[in-house]
């Protein structure tokens, strides 16, 4: 799967040319935390083989997904919907295609912030995981950022299979080192997650 051209699934989603990333990424910019978004430039670097962008299609553009691509299984990096496309189902479009995208896989990984009462989106993502068969994982996970870390939950759809133990270390290892391994601290943040 390249990205320099562009790949439709079903006229939905559309594996898109990195140039045209800077208005996904003004998105990016309104819907999640600031702790939780990567550079510009990086999120530039990391695009490749397997570090895919995805471009969703309803008529016209209407959200995107990011993900790395390793060995058995994907992860989702970012998922979104544009403000005025939510509550249309296009979310869970969006997680059953993935399957037929990637039939080979065994499932798919993703983080999720874990849920916090005083800000109640964090309760409707778990649940709207949770409803498109998300399931957490016993792992004491944490997001590597400029900062440091940040604990979040990591959640896994099966497709196949579940992951074993040694399945979530090797690739969340491997997340480590392709996606976060420009942050000196990185493999400091891994040993804190399997300690």
């Known amino acids: 799967r390249a990205n320099g051209g562009l790949i439709c699934y079903n006229r939905f989603m559309e594996l898109i040319k990195t140039d045209e990333f800077n208005i ?13 978004l990567k550079s510009y430039e990086k999120f530039l670097k990391l695009f490749g083989e397997n570090y895919i962008l995805y471009r969703v299609v309803d008529g016209e553009f209407a ?12 992860f989702i990096d970012y998922i979104a919907v544009l403000k005025q496309f939510h509550s249309k189902g296009l979310g869970r ?10 039939p080979e896989k065994k499932g798919c990984f993703l983080e999720v912030e874990p849920p916090d009462i005083s800000n109640p989106d964090t309760i409707r993502r778990i649940n709207f995981y949770k409803k498109n068969g998300a399931q957490k994982l016993d792992v004491n996970y944490l997001y590597p950022n400029e900062q440091g870390c940040i604990p979040l939950d990591l959640y896994y759809i099966k497709y196949k299979d579940l992951p074993s133990d040694e399945d979530i270390r090797v690739f969340i290892t491997e997340l480590f080192k392709q996606v976060h391994g420009d942050l000196a601290h990185s493999m400091e943040v891994l040993q804190k997650i399997f300690c």
Request: charged share 25%; proline share 3%.
């Open 63 to 74: 959200g995107y997904i990011i993900l790395f691509e390793y060995g058995d299984f994907i």
């Open 93 to 102: 479009k969006i997680l059953s295609l993935l399957k037929d995208i990637y």
């Open 24 to 36: 996904i990424y003004k998105d990016m910019l309104a819907q999640f935390p600031k702790s939780e």
